[in-house]
């Protein structure tokens, strides 16, 4: 089945190069290393506490992607990761090797899609926190939210089929997360729910800790 997540230009698939962020000038690296420690000692916070550590890990990450990548702007950042077979095949271990790994992200799975806040303000699309997350998803749906992430849902749910755990479909979730809490609403909403922030930021330090990709 055509997936659109997986629909990359082939150009980006061979963007990311890891040993680019050993070169990169000693005072980045100890920035963005300096970012990711402060995520990594928080990752066993309260989810009411995790908005902080979650904005440490993405300044780490997306200062490390842009080296590796060497891609200017976010979403071909994004695109040029979610399109790396290194990363793809390094998520997936991770899914078989550990059980905590993989708890977190079949949580997170569970919020999917994740959708754009500001396209729910705009369209006067009101939350509805006490309800169950699929009951959310359709009320959104039913009232014409478009924007959302990843943007193949609906495709896997008209065959049936849960969305893909894997390292393209959970990346682009979590860069909705990252842009919601970054450019949407300050106040509380689902879109930015505790345990939806506190579920990617674990996803993230795990998956980069695992791998040492910033020692």
Known sequence: MSCSVLNHNDGLRSCFKSHRFVMLHPDGRK???HWFRLAQKQLDCDPADSFEPF???WFALNGWAACCTEKDQDRQIILALSACPELMQKFDQSLTESAEFRATAERFRSFMPVFKVQELRRKRIR???AIARDQMIAHYFAQGAEK???DCFQTH???GEAIPLDWPHVLAAIYQVRCNLFHGDKAPHSEIDRVLVHSAF???VQFLSRWQYMP
Request: glycine letters at 0%; a negative charge; hydrophobic letters at 60%.
């Open 31 to 33: 920035l963005i290393a």
């Open 55 to 57: 904005i440490y890990a």
């Open 127 to 129: 939350m509805h926190n």
């Open 148 to 150: 959302f992430a990843p």
């Open 157 to 159: 749910a008209e065959s």
């Open 202 to 204: 674990q996803i993230l």
